[in-house]
């Protein structure tokens, strides 16, 4: 009877270090989870291209040969709009985001040696939707500090759209992935301490991309918001 009673209290012991320990675990999660910050960024610019292409958005529009071009022979500087979601865990900022980017093809494109190809912006609307996942990183803790650069990758994936009075409307998929740089500076912090404002520079210069897309070094500036639970 003694046994029996000894092991039961051993369990019941168990049981509460098993209890104890778990809950230490579970504690200690939940502050891991209460110091993550989250971000929501609004950010817009100019975009230069880049680099050389394959042919012209929409050329089967307009001709029956494809060919390298220099970028900026084609495109002229465009502006871009854009919209992420992140998490800040230590010095990393992971997330997602969706850009809008005004594509402007030249009215006159001057292709040697074929003769110059003639676009009207009244006839040709080009824009590029992507969404993106990115990932940079602050050697800074910009929780504690009032500034901070960062560096990063970013993957993008979209569609590029092309519509033309008198023919059917185009939509083709696109990949981009391009080097993220720029810098933040904290500009207002809540009272609470939950909370703080950033103006950042944000930039990028596409690297990779599919050949019908334009490539572009993107230059611009973004408010972002930081916050936690």
Sequence with gaps: MKLQALKYALRLVTFIIAVAVLSQDCTAGIERTA????????????S????ENWGIVGEPLFTDYTFSVPADSIYKD????????????????????FR???????????VYPYNPVLFRNSIANVSQWDLDLFIHCYPLDLTKNAFSPYLGIDIQSGILSLTASGYKSRNEMTFAISADFGADIKIFSGESGRSFVTLASVNS???V????????LNVGVGLKYFFRP
């Design 48 to 51: 230069m291209p880049q680099g």
């Design 78 to 97: 465009a502006f871009h709009l854009g919209l992420r979601y992140a998490a800040l865990s230590s010095n990393w900022l992971m997330g997602v985001g």
């Design 205 to 207: 210069y596409q690297f």
């Design 209 to 216: 991309g599919t050949n019908d897309r334009p490539k572009y």
């Design 35 to 46: 110091k993550r910050w989250y971000m929501l960024d609004l950010y817009g610019g100019t």
């Design 100 to 110: 809008y980017t005004n594509v402007i093809v030249r009215d006159t494109i001057d």
